[in-house]
C-alpha cells in the first residue's frame, strides 16, 4: 500500500513563508513525478509545482519566483517552499505522486490527504 503523507501546513500572516514536505511511504519500485496542487473553496484543484525523478520543475505562472520544490529521491519526500505568501495562497495542498509498484508495472497516480494552508492576518 502506498501512501503520501503531507506536513508543514498551517496559518501563516501575508508575507510570511512555509514549507510543505510530502513523504512517500509503503513498497514500490519508484517515484516518478511528484508534486503539489491546491484546491480553495468552490474552486477547482490546480497545479502548484511538479518536480521530476531527474529534478526537472514546473511551476505554475502565479507560483514562479515564490514557491520553490524540491525532492530527496533518497527518501521519496517532496518539498515546497513558499515565500512571500498573500491571501489568494489560502487552500487545502495536496502532494501528488506517479508511482510504480513494481519494475514492469506501469505507474499510477497517488494522492495525500490534503494540508490546509490559511494566509492572514
Known amino acids: 500500500q502506498v501512501q503520501l503523507v503531507e506536513s508543514g501546513g498551517g496559518l501563516v500572516q501575508p508575507g510570511g513563508s512555509l514549507r510543505l514536505s510530502c513523504a512517500a511511504s509503503?513498497?514500490?519500485?519508484?517515484?516518478?513525478?511528484m508534486g503539489w496542487y491546491r484546491q480553495a473553496p468552490g474552486e477547482q484543484r490546480d497545479l502548484v509545482a511538479t518536480i521530476t525523478s531527474s529534478g526537472s520543475t514546473n511551476y505554475a505562472d502565479s507560483m514562479k519566483g515564490r514557491f520553490t520544490i524540491s525532492r530527496d529521491n533518497a527518501k521519496n519526500t517532496v518539498y515546497l517552499q513558499m515565500n512571500s505568501l498573500i491571501p489568494e495562497d489560502t487552500a487545502v495542498y495536496y502532494c501528488?505522486?506517479?508511482?510504480?509498484?513494481?519494475?514492469?508495472?506501469?505507474?499510477?497516480?497517488?494522492w495525500g490527504q490534503g494540508t490546509q494552508v490559511t494566509v492572514s492576518s
Open positions: 501528488y505522486a506517479r508511482i510504480a509498484r513494481a519494475r514492469y508495472l506501469g505507474a499510477s497516480d497517488y
Open positions: 509503503g513498497s514500490f519500485f519508484s517515484a516518478y513525478t
